[in-house]
């Protein structure tokens, strides 16, 4: 595997599920057909904060992600947030993510108590941690989402 690369995006629309199109165009992975896995960061892979991903691969490819997304119909404000922590020598880490109806602060403070829950279940030594949010907030007749998300390599053919 390449690398995971953290990537994030808001977005507004009449629908919800084209704000959440909106959302993933943002971050350049609304494109591909999303595999979500379960938040454990494998050994020497390296985690890369990209923003926006650069192309991964050909449309229609299967990615796989972690993702935290939250989207809301307004007026109201949609965050998401996705914290994560590699043991020491680039050894696993873990990701944790959360999303919803509220701030970035509130949803930063959410991932980091999930991740230190996390981290107490492992005795790895842990070195650190990251946290990126995205936030957005949807008027009145519209639809907001954000998402932040850790895509795992390069996508792959789904058929």
Do not use: K
């Amino acid at each position: 595997m390449s690398s995971i690369r953290i990537a994030w995006g808001t977005g507004t629309a009449p629908t919800e599920m084209a704000a959440y199109d909106a959302a993933l165009a943002d971050a350049n992975l609304h494109n591909y057909n999303l595999v979500g896995v379960s938040s454990v960061i494998p050994a020497d892979v390296p985690v890369e904060v990209v923003g926006t991903a650069p192309d991964l691969g050909p449309a229609g490819n299967r990615l796989t992600v972690v993702e935290a997304h939250a989207s809301v119909a307004g007026p109201s404000r949609a965050s998401a947030g996705l914290a994560w922590s590699r043991s020491e020598d680039s050894g696993p880490g873990l990701f944790y993510e959360a999303s919803g109806e509220t701030d970035a602060d509130e949803i930063a403070d959410v991932v980091r108590t999930g991740l230190d829950a996390g981290r107490d279940l492992r005795d790895w030594a842990f070195a650190g941690e990251q946290v990126e949010t995205a936030t957005v907030t949807a008027d009145a007749g519209e639809y907001a989402s954000a998402v932040v998300l850790a895509a795992y390599g390069d996508s792959t053919p789904i058929c």
